[in-house]
């Protein structure tokens, strides 16, 4: 089969990752027989030094012609000027609601080789496997009023968390489709003791799982979650949650699977029932590793590329619809692993440690020799 993919770079770490998925993704086409055609696009400071813009306008009209898009990272100190006016963030943010992006799923899995990576204690972390899903387009990160002014009382800020029924509806449907393919569990995360959005939220999430019978709801306060997300992260399967507490709860569970430098994430918009479903089509998504540009070891061949490996996994997984596939690159990852290849952030004291297209050409050799 054909497939459109572009590819969107931005700064840093950003570019050296985006070609090691492009490599895994060539062998995938050698390997199962499909043809991946790339276009690239500038985004974040690249696209601000070029273009005066981080979003150019011909991007997200070049995503939306593909089947997914793959993406680097955006920002860098030379862009971080909080009093600019053109921020790199805005490439991924606009993107986000120009593809109207709404799901964004950060699955967390412990590899029983990297226990050792984190400093928790391996018995807390072992078999940790769950998904945060994230509500990506909405929240206090779009809502509005969103300004800064100055007034007698000298400078103010104002940012609105605004959600509709609609939107909670689309996101929390998606963790329960996801649930019920995997253990059946979902933790809707929400601070319904003191916020009207998340008193909505839970309200629109306890009358949707009458359509879900099969699946265990649970609500936890947002403060509460981050701790058993530490202390039992066993006790999790799916989470789904509003914008900014996913945004920092995701953070903090990336330091389970031992690296920020091991993350994907997924961000889908497209029909909720449509979830790497067999018999189902394939849906519009960006795909992403987490870690963002890590602007302190740019260009040194460096950064981990498993978060953005993953991340094809993923985007072979949910937009190409080609399950196979996606299962043999984690496999290529893990087999990577248990050869004991490590970047320096998931190296333990006295482990040799491979860069950044060593690492990519490792994952490459295990796709190629798997049976
Ligand atoms: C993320 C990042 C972004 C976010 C930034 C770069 C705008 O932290 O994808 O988690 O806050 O969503
Ligand atoms: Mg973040």
């Not at 387009?137 to 300004?147: A, D, L, N, R």
């Not at 590793?289 to 996994?313: C, L, T, Y």
């Amino acid at each position: 089969m054909k497939f459109d993919i572009a590819l969107l770079p931005g700064d840093g770490v950003g570019a050296e990752v985006i070609e090691e998925g492009v490599k895994v993704l060539q062998e995938v086409g050698r390997r199962f027989r499909h043809d991946f055609e790339y276009h690239r696009g500038l985004v974040g400071g690249a696209a601000i030094d070029a273009k005066g813009v981080s979003l150019p306008e011909d991007v997200p009209a070049l995503c939306k012609r593909c089947d997914a898009v793959l993406f680097g990272a955006v920002g860098g100190p030379k862009w971080d000027n909080p009093g600019a006016s053109v921020r790199p963030e805005q490439a991924i943010l606009g993107l986000r609601k120009a593809l109207t992006l709404y799901a964004n799923l950060r699955p967390v899995q412990v590899y029983p080789m990297l226990e050792n990576a984190t400093n928790l204690k391996p018995e807390a972390i072992r078999g940790v496997d769950l998904v945060i899903i994230r509500e990506l387009t909405g929240g206090i990160y779009f809502g509005q009023p969103q300004k800064r002014w100055t007034s007698a009382r000298g400078r103010q800020a104002v940012d609105t968390l605004r959600y509709s029924e609609k939107e909670i509806d689309r996101v929390v449907r998606t963790g329960f489709e996801l649930a019920r393919q995997r253990r059946k569990q979902l933790t809707s995360v929400d601070k319904a003791n003191v916020l009207d959005s998340s008193r909505l939220w839970r309200q629109v999430t306890t009358e949707l799982s009458a359509e879900y019978p099969d699946v265990r709801l649970e609500h936890v306060l947002v403060d509460t979650a981050a701790m058993r997300l530490i202390r039992d992260p066993r006790s999790f399967d799916v989470v789904v949650t509003e914008n900014m507490f996913g945004d920092i709860l995701t953070d903090e569970a990336s330091v389970l699977g031992g690296s920020m430098g091991m993350m994907a994430s997924a961000s889908l918009g497209g029909a909720t029932s449509a979830l790497g479903n067999r018999r189902r089509s394939r849906r519009m998504g960006l795909y992403e590793p987490i870690h963002g540009s890590a602007p302190d070891i740019a260009g040194q061949n460096k950064a981990n590329p498993i978060g953005m490996i993953r991340s094809v996994s993923l985007m072979l997984r949910y937009s190409c619809n080609l399950l196979k596939e996606a299962d043999a690159v984690e496999a290529a990852v893990a087999s990577a692993l248990a050869c004991g290849d490590r970047t320096a952030d998931i190296a333990v004291k006295g482990e040799r440690t491979l860069g950044t297209r060593e690492m990519g050409d490792s994952i490459v050799r295990a796709l190629a020799a798997a049976k």
